[in-house]
């Protein structure tokens, strides 16, 4: 349990004196009339310089501040011939913006700052070497590059370091840079001989026991919690519903959805119409689910502008973007001369300093509650309300509406989270995953950091006292001699463990530094042409469904090698309109889902198509009698009914093809063809009839194992082992099947 400050712990005004007196002289001079309630609650354990401290507030609520001015004031009393703090941040966008907020206040108290990322200069990061003291703000890709190229001056650049503050803590948890992060902070600590106090910032957390626990691995408890609870922001929003105009949509459908222009649609249409009326004039962020969504959206607004006449306010903002064109638009919103809406994929989720934002607009289903909540955070700042609108598009109901369809399943989804989301819940992070691919990376970079290693003492830096705790010794040696096999390391007659040939080309790629990989895109070929790519991110197995491109694919073979998926055409009526969920949904979504269609409320945010969405959905769960059973018949397939959450999902995806059927997933539902309820039923109480399956023998059915950086350097066994931790349930599985079907 960790422990944690309310704002009735202690007078309001205590921590202000305990800051220096150039500190509360700067402050003076910004004309602020207090400190901020988080602000006051961090002055006295930062001061201490003996805890971990998480700072766990909204947006633009202070916490680069809460924890800044105590570290500065610790820092002005007290300068060290080295490094003194420790900024980290997930984005170069984001170190730019820190290192602008604190330049003006440190130059007054005469401490140094210097920021480190691939676009500094060289000139200034020599100067650091040569004289280094002050705050360091720097990305983990750059601290890794710091420990590979500079080992041995490690521990003189950072003798005295006292903080070490990690931004957008949420970000890096569960995540392969999350487990990155944790050896990087571990080995700087080993490298100083001594435990560094850990300051995480985050405006979202779902579970504050996981949190603590990412901040200090073991000794979670003891990290201590602020949390002020502050008074209850104001949220507007709005759940839009929109009907598909599908009689305009492209008949071609070898066409790839990605790369082809596509007539626009009367809902699209629409979707712009009330885009420009409530935009236009003010600084806002529209938020889309793919690149092709923001381009076309993007496009769409500017020629509405230019046939009305009227200056182009809307502008696309991606991660295939030129840079100078993301920070142009970012600049224009930060400065706020002239009205700009940015049309944007996740990459302006972050904390990057863009200045005030009016409202916020999602079109599609967000990807999870914590999203949600991370985007609804840039609006409604300094006390004025937060506000986000949904736009949410279902298709027309007639006789070859599928099942999905008619059930309204992206109202349902978008509404559940809402709910949740007003509730005050997220998502808890994941921590179960072995992270074998940033081991890989780890293990190459301590080797080049110190020249050469021995295996016992790789093992016991990076597992047995560092992060990948759950990986056991032998373990480790598999993956050591899997990098053996592909010559990225090599073992001297003393045994000692350096690069091999292979591995001194992969360290010095300037890529190696980065933990993260985006999802592989996979073509997509049927008859020897090509329809398109996707991104491969769940399991796709042979004798599996997909849709692309507006049809139903049978999946032949998977060639992950050679990133190919081969398919042909599975005809059978109208396939649903989806595309599938991006990411994991959480189980808690699914059961408020339930709730929604068994309840009779009607949530006041909805308008007036989506409350039809809502009643039409409703009224098909009591046709099908989902509240009753988990499986339907539908036209010689059955759909399964997990209402759970996706890994479980995947699970019994997984588990059905190994028993011989074809199963799809689409949207948490399973989709078995060719086969009647009562004979799927049969199949599930045969399976339930038997034990759990193991989930390494369920993983090693999968073909597309590669998912992660490094995987490919990994041999089947481990990427088996990887899989299972990380993408499947088979106890919730399991349990879904006792509960259904015994």
Known sequence: MTSQASSSDENQSAGFFKLHEAIRKWI??????????????????????????????????????AAFLPICSALITERKPSIEAVYIGPLKALINDQFERLETLCERLQIPVCKWHGDVSTNAKSRLLGSPQGILLITPESLEALFMRRGSAIPSLFKHVSYLVIDELHAFIGAERGAQLQSLLHRLERAVD??????????????????????????????????????????????????????????????????????????????????????????NLVFCNSRRAVEFYSDLLRTLSEKQNLPNEFFPHHGNLAKHLREDLEKRLKAGEVPTTALATSTLELGIDIGSVKSIAQIGPPFSVASMRQRLGRSGRRGEAATIRFYIQESPLGSK?????????????????????????????????????????????????????RPKDLWKVLCHEGPFRQVPESMFADLLRSLGSHDIITQCQDGTLVTGLAGEALINHYEFYTAFSTPDEYRVVADGKQLGTIPLEGAVLPGMFIIFAGRRWEVLSVEAKSRLILVRHAGGGRPPKFGGSI?????????????????????????????????????????????????IEDNGNTLIFPWDGDKVVNTLAVELLQSGLKPYVCLGVINVTDISSDSLVSHMQRLVAGSPRDPVELASLVPNKLKEKHDRLLSESLLTDEYATKWLDTQGAWAFLQSHFT
């Open 194 to 283: 001594r435990r560094i106090p850990r300051i995480g910032l985050s405006a979202t957390l779902g579970n504050m026991g996981i949190a603590a626990e990412f901040l200090r691995p073991r000794f979670g408890k003891d990290v201590f919690l602020i949390s002020p609870e502050g008074a209850s922001q104001e949220i507007r929003l709005q759940v839009r519903g929109y009907v598909k105009d599908l009689a305009m949509e492209p008949n071609d459908q070898s066409k790839d959805s990605e790369t082809e222009a596509s007539p626009v649609t009367g809902d699209e249409i629409a979707i712009a119409d009330h885009l420009m009326a409530t935009l236009r004039g003010s600084n």
């Open 583 to 631: 990411g994991f949904i959480d189980a808690a979504i699914r059961k408020e889902m339930v709730r929604l269609y068994t309840s009779t409320d009607v949530p006041t945010f909805l308008d007036s198509q989506a409350r039809e969405f809502l009643a039409e959905g409703r009224q098909h769960f009591k046709l099908y009698k989902l509240n009753e059973t988990s499986i």
């Open 401 to 453: 509406t599928s099942i999905l369809d008619s059930l309204r399943m992206n109202l349902f989804q978008t509404t559940a989270m809402v709910n949740l989301l007003l509730a005050k819940w997220c998502e808890p992070p994941s921590n179960q995953a072995l992270h074998l691919s940033t081991l890989v990376q780890q293990t190459l970079s301590v080797i080049a950091q110190y020249g050469g290693a």
């Open 28 to 65: 003076y001079e910004q004309k602020w009339d207090e400190l901020r309630e988080i602000q006051e609650l961090a002055v006295d354990p930062i001061l201490e310089k003996e805890r971990d401290v998480i700072l766990a507030a909204p947006t633009a609520a202070g916490k680069t501040e």
